[in-house]
């Protein structure tokens, strides 16, 4: 003689979730604003810790140039890069950063070489030196990118919206 139990399962509000899920369309519009927004507060905290994404420090200012500019954090002067970070949300990405046209200079660095005249000429330091040099190296001081913490952002809010969305 076998032994056997009825289970009576109540899928009704899996299938709800599911097909709230499926409503979405492939599309997590609301998602990636809610990503880009905490993205973007990270980018913009980026300026004042002077920490990469990646954890490194960014290189420190040429000591000449750092005697001219006003005290403060590296990429801070007016704040114009760091106002200008914002986010684009879309149905399967979120696409941050800056219109400014300076912007990649500091993700990415650059070299700037004098291209009509023998050498770029400018003054540094504090008593104002006249500079003739062939070239100047601006280093890359990433800004843009995800850390650590921004992959532990993502998954918690990812999972919490699924849930608010699973619940509804």
């Known amino acids: ?9 109540d899928d009704k509000p899996v299938l709800d979730a599911l097909a709230r899920l499926a409503g979405l369309g492939g599309s997590s519009t609301q998602l990636m604003g809610i990503l880009g927004s905490g993205l973007t ?34 990429l801070v002067q007016g704040g ?10 879309a149905a399967a990405e979120v696409t941050i950063g800056s219109r400014m046209i300076y912007a990649g ?27 003739r040099v062939r070239a100047v190296t601006i280093p890359a001081r990433p800004y843009l990118g995800i850390s650590a913490e921004d992959e532990e952002m993502i998954f918690a809010e990812t999972q919490a919206y699924l849930e608010r969305l699973m619940a509804a």
Do not use: C
């Open 41 to 74: 507060d990270s980018t913009r905290m980026r300026f004042s810790t002077n920490i990469a994404p990646d954890g490194t420090a960014w290189r420190g200012l040429n000591p000449a140039y750092a005697e001219l500019r006003r005290p403060g954090p590296i």
């Open 80 to 89: 114009q890069l760091r106002g200008s970070i914002t986010f684009l949300p």
């Open 1 to 9: 003689m076998g032994a056997t139990i009825d289970v009576v399962f």
């Open 105 to 131: 200079v500091h993700q990415w660095g650059a070299r700037i070489e004098a291209k009509n005249a023998k050498a770029l000429v400018f003054h540094m330091g504090a008593g104002g030196k006249l500079v």
